[in-house]
Nanobody, 126 residues
Framework: QVQLVESGGGLVQAGGSLRLSCVASGRNFSAYVMGWFRQTPGKEREFVAATSWSGYSELYVDSVKGRFTISRDNAKNTVYLRMNSLKPDDTGVYYC???????????????????WGQGTQVTVAS
């Protein structure tokens, strides 16, 4: 049974940085595509970034390109989201998700991810 636990959220001033972490329990973490999603106030949950099982490929939503970096350490069963140049619009609850079922392709679709963490709050003050 795979469980995902996020951490690293908090309150930061606009222009600041945070690094989110998501630790996965269980085996076969290195086989999973991992993604980050967020739910901002008044909006539906949206895709932020994804990384391939190897970590060599990444996918981002346009609004975070150049500011956010997703990475993973398969030896630690952990995926990260480094967020720089944060804006108030980045405020929300950030969720990591695992795509457990093949194909092991990065995806922006929530339905392609079957395991989700509980979320971590990120608040960016103007």
């Amino acid at each position: 049974q795979v469980q995902l636990v996020e951490s690293g959220g908090g309150l930061v001033q606009a222009g600041g940085s945070l690094r989110l972490s998501c630790v996965a329990s269980g085996r076969n973490f290195s086989a999973y595509v991992m993604g980050w999603f967020r739910q901002t106030p008044g909006k539906e949950r949206e895709f932020v970034a994804a990384t391939s099982w190897s970590g060599y490929s990444e996918l981002y939503v346009d609004s975070v390109k150049g500011r956010f970096t997703i990475s993973r350490d398969n030896a630690k069963n952990t995926v990260y989201l480094r967020m720089n140049s944060l804006k108030p619009d980045d405020t929300g609850v950030y969720y990591c998700a695992a795509r457990l079922v093949p194909p092991a392709l990065m995806s922006q679709r929530q339905a392609d991810y079957s395991k989700w963490g509980q979320g971590t709050q990120v608040t960016v003050a103007s």
